[in-house]
């Protein structure tokens, strides 16, 4: 394809060079590029891409998407095309290089605070036992059912994004789910894709250090609507939370405009798909769900009342894809769990230990809550920390949390990043009495699990929070390798 046919979409305020030149690739990181590569360059957080430009050129880039012109001369023949927003179009161009690969597909997006990795995971498990081939793009790994590598971000960037869907279109998927976070909508990195179904979760307070304010942070999540294809009758179609009171704000707003399907594990009368009752215990969830009048009995090993908003939801985007109630409840009791979420690991003498990613306040809320409802008599006993280079502002919340409703807390690392963990200690300490016997800080994260399994009883509960399935600590720029779940193994093994 030739840099000529992507023009349009790159709606270019000034061209200087050639336009007729075939495009190899597309990239967004200089150390990336190829001969042949046309290389965007936009001014990030950290660094300004227009400074790798010369770095891009030497490698082989042909042409420069940029928003500033340089001011100088290259001796080789560089097309540069100036243009308002070189973020934005990437998505696009990308797009129209990979063939609109999302057209082709039916792609699944799922949106929210909590619960998209764990939704995108149902939704993936229920296609695939109706028999469609179904790639994953989110925060655990991308999978295009022919490779799956780890994944960096949840959402991936413009032109990885568009290359993934690529790959999946060429290896026969009918679909796509994918985790559409804050921070792709805000920096328009699903620019060029169509949605056939998005699924709005929650939202709570998150990533504050990026959106300043809750508001503008819904409002982000808010923009995912647009890119949800409802051009044709019957084609596309939202599916909310309605549990959540911004979810129920934009069904009123959304009524009559999209097919919609409404979500209340609450039970809300103005729900479509509702639970009416929900048992759990350490074991299994049993819900009784509401569908056109008619009740289903809903058995899924997943644990905790917060998921049976992400059962509903993932039922909701099968409802909406024609796919038999009945067959999708069945599916889900045979769903395997996602790693690092609410996972389960046994002593020989009891003690269960629960590996979580909760990592904000209504996430711990959440997983508290629950370890309550199902402890009888034994203590909870509770190991988290803060993430560091991220909402300083949650930190003394999720500290409350803790505090609030666990028996006994050990504070302790979770990716300080470039902060220090004593600092992001202090700001934790705002939220509890730090004085109090239950409380212990141990900044080593492998030290204070162990402490945790070595003091808990047979009937207590160990919960290691904030990590999930991540196989490493970040601390000032290097990821050290680290996995709560190996460590929590280990510990275990020696209370034999
Ligand atoms: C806040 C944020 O979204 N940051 C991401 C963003 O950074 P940025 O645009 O500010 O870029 P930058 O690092 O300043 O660099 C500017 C440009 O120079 C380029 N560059 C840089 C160095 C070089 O040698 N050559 C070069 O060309 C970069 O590729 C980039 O295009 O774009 C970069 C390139 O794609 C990402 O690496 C970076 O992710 C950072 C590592 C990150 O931590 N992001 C997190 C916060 C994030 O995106 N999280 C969300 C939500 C998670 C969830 O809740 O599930 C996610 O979707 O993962
Ligand atoms: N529906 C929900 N409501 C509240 N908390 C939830 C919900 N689902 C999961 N959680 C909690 O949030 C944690 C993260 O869940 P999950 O990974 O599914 O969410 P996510 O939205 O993908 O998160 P992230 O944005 O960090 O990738 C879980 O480990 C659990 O503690
Ligand atoms: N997507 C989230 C993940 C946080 C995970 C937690 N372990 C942390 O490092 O704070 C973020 O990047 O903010
Ligand atoms: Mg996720």
Redesign the pocket.
Known sequence: MKLSDVLSDLEPLAIKGSIDWEINTIV?????VVEGSL???????????H??IV??IERGARGVICSEMPAWQTSKETTFVQVKDP?RVLGKVASVFYGDPSSHLSVIGITG?NG??TTSFLMRHLLATQGWKTGLI??IYYDTTVDRIP???????GSDLQQLLFQMLKANCQAAVM?V????LE?G?IEGTEFRIGIFTNLTQ??LD?HQTMEAYRQSKEKFISYIRTRKEGEGGVVLNIDDPQWSALAEKLKGRVNMVTVSAQGKPAAKLKARSIKYDRLQTVILAEWAGQLYQLNSPLLGRFNVENLLLSLGGTLLLGIPLEAAIRALASFPGVPGRMERFYAKDGLLAIVDYAHSEDALLKVVLTLREIQSSGRIILVVGCGG??DRTKRPKMAKVASDYADLVIFTSDNPRSESPERIFEDMKRGVDSSSKRIYWIVDRKEAIRKAIQIANPGDIVCVAGKGHETYQEIDGVFYPFDDRLVVRECLLLRD
């Open positions: 967004y990181d200089s150390r990336k290389f965007f360059a936009w001014k990030g957080q950290k660094t300004d891409g400074r790798y770095e891009a973020r605070t998209k990795t989110g925060t994944a960096s971000r949840t959402s991936p960037e985790e976070s804050s921070h792709a920096q990195r998150d990533h990026y280079d991220r």
